[in-house]
C-alpha cells in the first residue's frame, strides 16, 4: 500500500472491463481515497480544505484544495467539514466542489464502485449533504454504498479481509469532532453512540493553552500548529520534550521546549473518553443488548480514528478500560487507524465489486 500526499496524479487508472472498487473517507481534517491501480493498492490522503483565487489573466475562478491550498491561502482556506458533515447548503457546495476537485485530480475513474464511510452522528440533514457530495461526483457509476465509518475502520484491525463482518463486537472511533462508538453484530448496528465532548480538535485547544501556560505566556500557538505537535510528538511509548523557535514581533527569535503541555492533554483525553465508553455508551447497550454486550467485551475492541495513532494508545486505553469495567478488556487497532475507514471501505468496494 502507498501513501500520497501529493494533489496530482500522473499515471493511469486500471484497465480493465470490471468497475473500480473505491473506499473514500471524506473527513473533517483529513480525506482518504484508497483504489487499486495496476495491481497495487494507492491510499490518496489529502486536507479536507479548498481555496479560491482569481486568475490574473483571464479572471476566472481558480481552486486549490489539500495541502497545497492549506499552505498558500491560510487566511482564506475553507475547511467545510469542521464538525464531520456539511451542516448548509453553502459547506455543502463546497464540499462539492473539494471532492471533483480532488477526484479530478486524482484520476478516479467513473466506471467505478464506490464505498464511503458516514459518521454515526444524529444529524440527518448533514448525512444527506454528505450523501449528495459523493452521489453528485462523477464517479460511482456502477454503484455507490456508504456504511458506518466505525466499521469501515474496524475492518483492517479486526482480520485481512472482512472478517468483522462475521463479528460481533465493539468498535470505538477517536475522531478530530466525536467520539463514536458503537456494537456490531454482523454488520447490524446496535446502539450507536456520538459525543463531541471528547474530540481530538478540543485535545488541539487544550494543548495551545498549555503550551502557553508552560511558557509562562510567552508562547502562543494556533490549533493548526498544536494537532502538528500532537501527530508529531505525542506518545505513550516514548514521548521525549522537544524545541521549537517562533519569531518575536519586533523581529527577533524565541526557543522554547514543549514537556507536559503536550502529553497532559493527550493523557485527559484518554480518560475522558474512557469515562464516556465506559459509563455511557456500554451502560447502555448492556441495558439495551444484554447477550451482544457479553460476547462483544469477550473479543478485543476495535479502536479507529486520528487519535487512536498515538504510539502507545490502544494499550493505555485497554488498560484504563479494563480497570474502570473491572474486568479484563482486549483492544486492537489497525496499522493506520487514520487510513482504516479508507481501507475497509475498499474491501466491501472489492466484495460489492465481484458480485455484480
Do not use: W
Amino acid at each position: 500500500m502507498t501513501e500520497t500526499e501529493s494533489d496530482a496524479f500522473d499515471g493511469s487508472s486500471t484497465s480493465s472491463d470490471d468497475p473500480t472498487p473505491v473506499g473514500v473517507k471524506l473527513g473533517s481534517t483529513r480525506t482518504v481515497i484508497q483504489i487499486e491501480r495496476n495491481g497495487e493498492i494507492e491510499t490518496i490522503r489529502t486536507l479536507t480544505c479548498l481555496a479560491t483565487y482569481e486568475d490574473p489573466i483571464t479572471g476566472s475562478e481558480r481552486v486549490l484544495y489539500g495541502e497545497q491550498a492549506a499552505q498558500e491561502y491560510p487566511d482564506s482556506v475553507e475547511f467545510m467539514l469542521r464538525s464531520g458533515l456539511p451542516e448548509d447548503d453553502a459547506r455543502a457546495e463546497l464540499a462539492k466542489k473539494f471532492f471533483n476537485e480532488l477526484i479530478t485530480a486524482q484520476n478516479i475513474p467513473e466506471d467505478s464502485v464506490v464505498v464511503y464511510a458516514i459518521p454515526t452522528i444524529d444529524n440527518e440533514a448533514g448525512l444527506k449533504n454528505l450523501s449528495d457530495v459523493i452521489e453528485g461526483s462523477p464517479i460511482g457509476e456502477a454503484t455507490i454504498r456508504s456504511f458506518p465509518e466505525s466499521l469501515c475502520g474496524s475492518i483492517p484491525a479486526m482480520g485481512d479481509e472482512l472478517e468483522a463482518i462475521d463479528e460481533v463486537f465493539v468498535s470505538i472511533n477517536m475522531g478530530s469532532t466525536n467520539l463514536e462508538a458503537c456494537a456490531y453484530r454482523h454488520g447490524e448496528q446496535l446502539a450507536p453512540f456520538s459525543t463531541g465532548a471528547v474530540t481530538g480538535t478540543e485535545v488541539d485547544r487544550r494543548i495551545a493553552n498549555a503550551v502557553e501556560e508552560e511558557t509562562q505566556g510567552r508562547v502562543n500557538i494556533d490549533r493548526t500548529t498544536a494537532r502538528e505537535y500532537k501527530e508529531e510528538h505525542a506518545s505513550f511509548v516514548d514521548f521525549e520534550p522537544f524545541t521549537d523557535i517562533i519569531q518575536q514581533p519586533g523581529g527577533g527569535s524565541h526557543e522554547f521546549t514543549v514537556n507536559r503541555g503536550l502529553m497532559d492533554p493527550v493523557d485527559e483525553y484518554v480518560d475522558e473518553a474512557v469515562d464516556e465508553i465506559a459509563n455511557n455508551f456500554l451502560s447502555e447497550l448492556a441495558n439495551t443488548h444484554m447477550k451482544p454486550y457479553q460476547l462483544a467485551l469477550g473479543k478485543p475492541i476495535a479502536l479507529t480514528g486520528g487519535m487512536a495513532c498515538i504510539p502507545g494508545i490502544t494499550d493505555v486505553f485497554e488498560e484504563r478500560l479494563s480497570e474502570e469495567l473491572s474486568r479484563d478488556i482486549s483492544v486492537v487497532s489497525a496499522e493506520r487507524p487514520d487510513l482504516a475507514a479508507a481501507e475497509g471501505a475498499h474491501r466491501i468496494a472489492e466484495r460489492l465489486a465481484d458480485n455484480l
